[in-house]
């Protein structure tokens, strides 16, 4: 787990939200996975940045970990002085078990941790209303990285557990980017009658070098030739549920956006919509044919498209 955010992405708390998202960007370019397939120490730095990123992204968790209340993973912090407060309560039936021989709860190899843990999931699931050694079992917590078309169109994974077993996790269509997923009765199994606890998975969406998200909308660029740009026409473009035909008007210009109604990915309220930025990208080698072609319409038809935009 990371410690510092901040550090992660190359940053200092001061770091505004825009250079908070440009470090993460840059992170993504260079030390992604699929450009960097046999050195893991990139692939670390990079799944450091995307958690990084994930907490940062968001002001109020920002705020919240700057003030010392949630840690780098998103966990809450608990109040100074809460084990020993808690523990010392006389309506805690772990503390009479554990102090009824007059020692003391914090020696003995005590865990302030899965004391915590039980007591707080415990007193909201009615902790004591069974026999005194039932106990509810443990939540526990994993990070399941999945490639940006998986989290897109939904799909299911397995994740393999320290014991060896495996975990079925169904990733839902649309699923975002440290969005938690809770499996119940997928955590430790509980004393006595008590319950197992759930497991709480957490994305790490890989981003994709071909579709950018912004909410619930796919963003592309689309190059696109001189002449599709003057003539206009039929042009093949990626989307995540594959290669559609888009019509590029004539006269299009470098910057100008398309739009794909439903092309985008599943939201609350229905699909968002694909945008398509179009940039014009001259020939790789300029011929003489085309230079001379040029030079005869410019002496014709020649115009300024900064006009009015010029500084005087």
């Given at each position: 787990m990371i410690k510092d955010p901040y550090a992660a992405l190359g940053l200092t708390k001061d770091a505004t939200a825009d250079e908070i998202k440009k470090a993460y960007r840059k992170i993504a370019r260079t030390d992604h996975p699929d450009l960097n397939p046999d050195d893991p120490r990139a692939e670390a730095r990079f799944k450091d940045a995307g958690r990084a990123y994930d907490l940062l992204k968001d002001p109020e968790q920002r705020?919240?970990?700057?003030?010392?209340?949630?840690?780098?993973?998103?966990?809450?912090?608990?109040?100074?002085?809460?084990?020993?407060?808690?523990?010392?309560r006389p309506e805690n039936?772990?503390?009479q078990?554990?102090?009824?021989?007059?020692?003391?709860?914090?020696?003995?190899?005590?865990?302030?941790?899965?004391?915590?843990?039980?007591?707080?999931?415990?007193?909201?699931?009615?902790?004591?209303?069974?026999?005194?050694?039932d106990m509810l079992g443990q939540d526990v917590q994993?990070?399941?990285?999945?490639?940006?078309?998986?989290?897109?169109?939904?799909?299911k994974t397995r994740i393999t557990l320290p014991?060896?077993?495996?975990?079925?996790v169904t990733i839902p269509e649309g699923a975002r980017d440290g969005q938690t997923l809770r499996l119940r009765g997928k955590g430790t199994s509980g004393f006595g009658a008590g319950q197992p606890g759930d497991a709480f998975i957490t994305l790490d969406v890989t981003p994709s070098p071909d579709f950018e998200r912004d909410g619930d909308d796919i963003v592309v660029t689309l190059p696109i030739t001189i002449d599709e740009a003057i003539l206009g026409g039929k042009v093949p473009v990626r989307t995540v549920s594959g290669t559609v035909n888009v019509s590029v008007p004539s006269g299009a210009s470098s910057g100008q956006v398309l739009r794909l109604k439903g092309r985008g990915l599943k939201g609350r309220s229905g699909k968002g919509d694909q945008r398509i930025t179009l940039r014009i990208v001259s020939p790789?080698?300029?011929?003489?044919?085309?230079?001379?072609?040029?030079?005869?319409?410019?002496?014709?038809?020649?115009?300024?498209?900064r006009a009015g935009k010029e500084r005087s």
């Open positions: 705020r919240r970990f700057d003030a010392g209340e949630i840690d780098a993973s998103g966990a809450e912090q608990a109040p100074r002085g809460y084990y020993r407060d808690e523990a010392r039936p772990y503390t078990s554990r102090t009824s021989s007059g020692g003391n709860p914090f020696q003995d190899g005590f865990d302030a941790d899965d004391f915590f843990a039980n007591f707080a999931r415990g007193r909201g699931a009615g902790y004591g209303r069974g026999a005194p050694g994993y990070r399941l990285g999945v490639p940006f078309l998986d989290a897109a169109l939904g799909a014991d060896g077993s495996a975990l079925e790789p080698k300029i011929d003489a044919a085309l230079k001379t072609f040029m030079e005869g319409w410019r002496a014709d038809h020649a115009y300024n498209p």
